[in-house]
């Protein structure tokens, strides 16, 4: 019962770094999202895959690179970390539908 | 116009009051409509979605205004426990659209007070 599982929860980073966030979900959904939300703007989507094997970029992809492992793995990489990639990052899944999103309890990022 | 707007409130009732929320969208074509809650550095949480035709959970009831390219939340018998904020969430592209993005507002912070 473990719904969208994303690690690690916390990370700290220095500037120029690189990492890789990891989400993976067992409700056999198709679609998979990751989210930055920063005070004031909301949740905004980075990348996007609506099915395996494919990818789209978002509002705010710039600096990311994603990879769809399976359908049941999204990841997220910051290839050279910067301050305004810190963030609170949330990986989420969706049945195609009317059914909303189950959101990853998320991860805590600091770029110092 | 912004995709998704809500009032930012903060929204501050004594428990027990009725509090109604309001959010527009700027795409008519617009399918599905949610409210999800997110408690204070947790993640959002699916609360509700809403149907053309109006639904109700409890003391929540949400509507859809496709006129006017509204939603709205109504929460009836606040409880301490509601405190949070409340996200009003649009698929702009439909369900049989390719791409199905969520587009989230910035949300409504509520506090009920004892």
């Known amino acids: 019962n473990a719904g969208v599982t994303q690690t690690p929860k916390f990370q700290v980073l220095k500037t120029g770094q690189s990492m890789t966030l990891q989400c993976a979900q067992d409700m056999n959904h198709n679609s998979m999202y990751w989210y930055r939300q920063d005070p004031g703007m909301g949740l905004r989507l980075i990348y996007y895959?609506?099915?395996?094997?494919?990818?789209d970029k978002g509002e705010v992809p710039n600096g990311y690179n994603v990879s769809r492992l399976n359908k049941r793995e999204f990841s997220l990489r910051l290839e050279s970390a910067a301050p305004s990639q810190t963030s609170v990052y949330f990986c989420?899944?969706?049945?195609?539908?009317?059914?909303?999103?189950?959101f990853g309890s998320g991860t805590r990022l600091t770029v110092v | 116009r912004k995709e998704v707007e809500q009032d930012p409130g903060p929204f501050n009732v004594p428990e027990g009051a009725t509090v109604a929320f309001n959010c527009t969208y700027s795409?008519?074509?617009?399918?599905?409509f949610f409210w999800y809650r997110q408690d204070c550095r947790k993640e959002p949480k699916l609360l509700m979605s809403v149907y053309s035709s109006g639904n109700e959970d409890g003391r929540f009831t949400a509507q859809l205004n496709r006129a006017s390219q509204y939603i709205s939340l109504l929460i009836r018998d606040s409880k301490l426990s509601d405190s949070a904020t409340y996200l009003c969430v649009v698929n702009p592209d439909g369900i049989q659209g390719g791409s199905e993005k969520l587009v989230f507002g910035k949300g409504t912070k509520l506090t009920v007070n004892p």
């Open positions: 895959s609506a099915s395996e094997g494919t990818t």
């Open positions: 989420a899944s969706r049945v195609r539908g009317v059914y909303g999103y189950t």
């Open positions: 795409n008519s074509a617009s399918q599905s």
